[in-house]
Structure formats: structure tokens, C-alpha cells
């Protein structure tokens, strides 16, 4: 079934940070007020005090009239903010209003107008101003987590900010170009500043997504799958880590790569120090790991934690939370989260895989077959034997999803 809608903990405050807008016509800004937003987002998630919304939910109210009310309730967030960015030349103005979404009053409203090369300081002034009016106790090794450590080339930054919206934006069919171009530019990024931490996990996770997903862009086919791409990721997520040992994402990112390495309890371990630094951290790829390790009722049970972080989930958590009700047992539910999912990523082979398996488990012929002959059409030498390789399920959930495929008549 969709995700059910939660309301957050009340012992923590908490908060949802919107897409700041764009003060400027030019488009090439999209990228720095999503930027901006993103990075105050993670700096707010490492605090242990707040309960912070995921970017996917908090940027799906862009372009939407603002209603702190429904806004608030839609999310289930206490506390909202939004904002505006312009970069004029050497200089950026900002602009910051937090909002009580229960009464609907304006808490504060501040304007800053400082030097582009501030940015990061800028960033820490909101951080540390949003936490000094919502959290009471502070904790000194948090607001030291949370503080972003600037780059020695603020064209390292541009390069990462560009990099980074393109990767966590791309869908359809232009998604492989997408991802080629964010690897470039990450790329250049690390180029401009190898000390960079957030350059140099980014472009990790760049590899990883080459290796790991079907574009269906002939430029990065060959690094589809390949070993060497998937030790790439590995090492330079392992570079970033050298360079800030507390880079939450670094470790999801590690940890996702050694899990594909089939290194799996060396993968939980490093996702579990990801949270650990960041106790907002909705990353889904931990309860996809822990399926894949026989702990299919851990990981509905987490994966109903990160949708109360992400409201909106992504249809790719769908996608995992359904994998674990199949392994459950729970086919029906399986089948109405999955079908949600395809929907909302029609082209996605991992979903088809398992949605043809519950739809045959529940004795749903027809959309067995349906997802069956779309698998096929995606992936022609798709073989039930290869797909149980490549994800290694434990022998019991192994021999379940078998079963599953081969009613829904997928070939051995």
C-alpha cells in the first residue's frame, strides 16, 4: 500500500526546510537555491534534538502556493523554512523566514547580503540561529558536526552544487546523460579542490550509480556491472572519509558500495555510523540492506521510520519496502506498494522484478504477466538464476522470490 502518513515525535521540534526560490530569471540559479537548501538541511539533520524532514518530501512543495497550515500538516512538520537566494557577481542575498505552521505566525525574518566566498558562514549563521530558537540544549559535538567546512576554491563548490542537482534530480529518459554530466562536473569539482569532502563523496556516488543502474545511455554502458566502476566508488568514498571522517553521506555511500561488493556486514556497520552522525539520515539503502540480509520485519520497521523523515517517499523506497513484505509474506501488501512504485518509475527493472513475483503470488495472472513482458522488454537476458546471483538473498528468502518468479512465468 502508499505510504501512510505519520506524525512526527513530539519530543523533538520539528522542521521542514522548503526549496528556497530564486531571486534572478536565470535558470543556471536553480542550482544554488537548491544547493543552499540542501546543505541547510543536512546541517539541521545532525542535530539530535530535531526532527527534520527529508529534501525529497520538503522540495515536492516547490512551485506549490505556500500555506504554512496545510504545508505543515502535509508533512508533519511543527516548523518551516523558506527563503530566497540570488548570486549577483562576487555577492549573495538571502533572505530567511522560519514559520510556526500550527498558529501560522512568523517566528523571525532575516535578509543577508554578504560576499559569495561567505557562503559557508552564511550557512552556519542560519543553521546556528534556527537551532537557538527551536532547541534548548545544545550539544557542543553536534553544532561542531554541523558546521559545513568551505572549500579552498569556491569554484569547487559551484562545480559540487551543479554535480549533486543533476544526481539527485535525474529521471526519464535523459537520466544517463544526467548522471554522465554530473560525474563531469564532479569531477572538475575534486580538480578544483582534492580536499573538498563533498566533492569527493559526490563523485563516489556518481560511480556507484553508474555501476549499479540501467539508463539505457550507451556512453556509460560499459561501466554498467563492471567491476573496476564499483571499486571506484568504493575507493573514493573511502578518500572522502579520509578527508571528514564525519560525513554522514560518505558513510551511506561506502556502505552502499560494500554492500554491492557483497560485504555486507562491513555495509550495515557503516550505514549504522551514518546514522549515528546523522539521526535524520532518511536513507532508505539500509532497509534494502538489512532485506537482503534475512531482516525483512527490521527493515519494514526502519524503512516506516524514514517515511516519517520523507512524507513523499521516492518510488524507489516503495519499491524496497515492498521487496520486504514479499519476503514477509504479506503479498497483498507487497503488490499495492510495488504497483505505486512502478508507477511512479515505470522503467525501473529491480520493481518489475518483484512486482511480477507478488502479483503471481497473489494470484494476479494477468499483471504478473504484464510486469513479466515490461521486464523483458527493459532487460531481454533477464534469467531468474542471474537476478538471484546479482542480489544474493539468504536460501529461504532466495527460494521465495524463485517461486514467485517462476509463476509469473519469467524464464530460469
Given at each position: 500500500?502508499?505510504?501512510?502518513?505519520?506524525?512526527?515525535?513530539?519530543?523533538?521540534?520539528?522542521?521542514?526546510?522548503?526549496?528556497?526560490?530564486?531571486?534572478?530569471?536565470?535558470?543556471?540559479?536553480?542550482?544554488?537555491?537548491?544547493?543552499?537548501?540542501?546543505?541547510?538541511?543536512?546541517?539541521?539533520?545532525?542535530?539530535?534534538?530535531?526532527?527534520v524532514i527529508a529534501r525529497h518530501s520538503a522540495f515536492a512543495i516547490k512551485d506549490r502556493d505556500y500555506d504554512a497550515v496545510r504545508i505543515g500538516h502535509e508533512l508533519g512538520a511543527r516548523y518551516l523554512l523558506s527563503g530566497s537566494v540570488r548570486r549577483d557577481g562576487e555577492r549573495i542575498r538571502v533572505t530567511a523566514q522560519l514559520v510556526d505552521a500550527v498558529s501560522d505566525r512568523e517566528i523571525w525574518a532575516r535578509a543577508y547580503d554578504r560576499p559569495f566566498a561567505n557562503v559557508f558562514g552564511l550557512q552556519d549563521e542560519l543553521t546556528q540561529k534556527i537551532v537557538d530558537t527551536l532547541v534548548v540544549h545544545l550539544k557542543q559535538s553536534?553544532?561542531?558536526?554541523?558546521?559545513?567546512?568551505?572549500?579552498?576554491?569556491?569554484?569547487?563548490?559551484?562545480?559540487?552544487?551543479?554535480?549533486?542537482?543533476?544526481?539527485?534530480?535525474?529521471?526519464?529518459?535523459?537520466?544517463?546523460?544526467?548522471?554522465?554530466?554530473?560525474?563531469?562536473?564532479?569531477?572538475?569539482?575534486?580538480?578544483?579542490?582534492?580536499?573538498?569532502?563533498?566533492?569527493?563523496?559526490?563523485?563516489?556516488?556518481?560511480?556507484?550509480?553508474?555501476?549499479?543502474?540501467?539508463?539505457?545511455?550507451?556512453?556509460?554502458?560499459?561501466?554498467?556491472?563492471?567491476?573496476?566502476?564499483?571499486?571506484?566508488?568504493?575507493?573514493?568514498?573511502?578518500?572522502?572519509?579520509?578527508?571528514?571522517?564525519?560525513?554522514?553521506?560518505?558513510?551511506?555511500?561506502?556502505?552502499?558500495?560494500?554492500?554491492?561488493?557483497?560485504?555486507?556486514?562491513?555495509?550495515?556497520?557503516?550505514?549504522?555510523?551514518?546514522?549515528?552522525?546523522?539521526?535524520?539520515?532518511?536513507?532508505?539503502?539500509?532497509?534494502?540492506?538489512?532485506?537482503?540480509?534475512?531482516?525483512?520485519?527490521?527493515?519494514?520497521?526502519?524503512?516506516?521510520?524514514?517515511?516519517?523523515?520523507?512524507?513523499?517517499?521516492?518510488?524507489?523506497?516503495?519499491?524496497?519496502?515492498?521487496?520486504?513484505?514479499?519476503?514477509?509474506?504479506?503479498?497483498?501488501?507487497?503488490?499495492?506498494?510495488?504497483?505505486?512504485?512502478?508507477?511512479?518509475?515505470?522503467?525501473?527493472?529491480?520493481?518489475?522484478?518483484?512486482?511480477?513475483?507478488?502479483?503471481?503470488?497473489?494470484?494476479?495472472?494477468?499483471?504478473?504477466?504484464?510486469?513479466?513482458?515490461?521486464?523483458?522488454?527493459?532487460?531481454?537476458?533477464?534469467?531468474?538464476?542471474?537476478?538471484?546471483?546479482?542480489?544474493?538473498?539468504?536460501?529461504?528468502?532466495?527460494?521465495?522470490?524463485?517461486?514467485?518468479?517462476?509463476?509469473?512465468?519469467?524464464?530460469?
Amino acid at each position: 500500500m502508499p505510504a501512510e502518513r505519520f506524525s512526527p515525535s513530539l519530543d523533538r521540534a520539528s522542521i521542514a526546510v522548503l526549496h528556497f526560490a530564486k531571486n534572478s530569471s536565470d535558470p543556471a540559479q536553480d542550482y544554488l537555491a537548491e544547493g543552499l537548501s540542501e546543505d541547510l538541511i543536512t546541517s539541521l539533520s545532525k542535530f539530535s534534538d530535531l526532527f527534520v524532514i527529508a529534501r525529497h518530501s520538503a522540495f515536492a512543495i516547490k512551485d506549490r502556493d505556500y500555506d504554512a497550515v496545510r504545508i505543515g500538516h502535509e508533512l508533519g512538520a511543527r516548523y518551516l523554512l523558506s527563503g530566497s537566494v540570488r548570486r549577483d557577481g562576487e555577492r549573495i542575498r538571502v533572505t530567511a523566514q522560519l514559520v510556526d505552521a500550527v498558529s501560522d505566525r512568523e517566528i523571525w525574518a532575516r535578509a543577508y547580503d554578504r560576499p559569495f566566498a561567505n557562503v559557508f558562514g552564511l550557512q552556519d549563521e542560519l543553521t546556528q540561529k534556527i537551532v537557538d530558537t527551536l532547541v534548548v540544549h545544545l550539544k557542543q559535538s553536534e553544532l561542531v558536526r554541523s558546521r559545513r567546512k568551505a572549500p579552498g576554491n569556491l569554484a569547487a563548490y559551484d562545480y559540487c552544487l551543479r554535480g549533486n542537482a543533476l544526481l539527485k534530480n535525474r529521471a526519464g529518459a535523459e537520466r544517463g546523460r544526467m548522471v554522465a554530466e554530473a560525474r563531469s562536473l564532479l569531477e572538475q569539482a575534486v580538480d578544483a579542490d582534492p580536499y573538498y569532502a563533498p566533492a569527493v563523496q559526490g563523485l563516489a556516488e556518481a560511480y556507484l550509480i553508474i555501476w549499479l543502474e540501467r539508463t539505457g545511455y550507451a556512453p556509460l554502458d560499459p561501466e554498467l556491472r563492471h567491476p573496476e566502476t564499483l571499486e571506484r566508488a568504493r575507493a573514493v568514498a573511502e578518500r572522502a572519509l579520509r578527508l571528514d571522517p564525519l560525513l554522514a553521506e560518505a558513510h551511506a555511500t561506502l556502505a552502499w558500495t560494500l554492500h554491492w561488493q557483497y560485504r555486507r556486514q562491513e555495509a550495515l556497520a557503516e550505514f549504522e555510523k551514518a546514522h549515528a552522525l546523522n539521526p535524520s539520515l532518511a536513507d532508505g539503502r539500509y532497509a534494502h540492506a538489512l532485506m537482503q540480509d534475512g531482516r525483512a520485519a527490521e527493515a519494514v520497521e526502519f524503512m516506516q521510520r524514514v517515511m516519517r523523515h520523507d512524507p513523499f517517499p521516492p518510488g524507489m523506497y516503495l519499491s524496497w519496502l515492498g521487496n520486504s513484505y514479499y519476503l514477509l509474506g504479506r503479498y497483498d501488501e507487497a503488490f499495492a506498494t510495488l504497483t505505486v512504485g512502478a508507477e511512479r518509475m515505470p522503467d525501473y527493472q529491480s520493481i518489475l522484478v518483484w512486482l511480477a513475483a507478488a502479483a503471481a503470488r497473489t494470484g494476479r495472472d494477468h499483471d504478473a504477466r504484464d510486469a513479466a513482458a515490461r521486464l523483458m522488454h527493459l532487460q531481454p537476458d533477464f534469467t531468474i538464476a542471474s537476478w538471484l546471483n546479482f542480489i544474493r538473498l539468504v536460501p529461504h528468502d532466495a527460494t521465495k522470490l524463485k517461486e514467485g518468479l517462476q509463476r509469473a512465468g519469467l524464464p530460469d
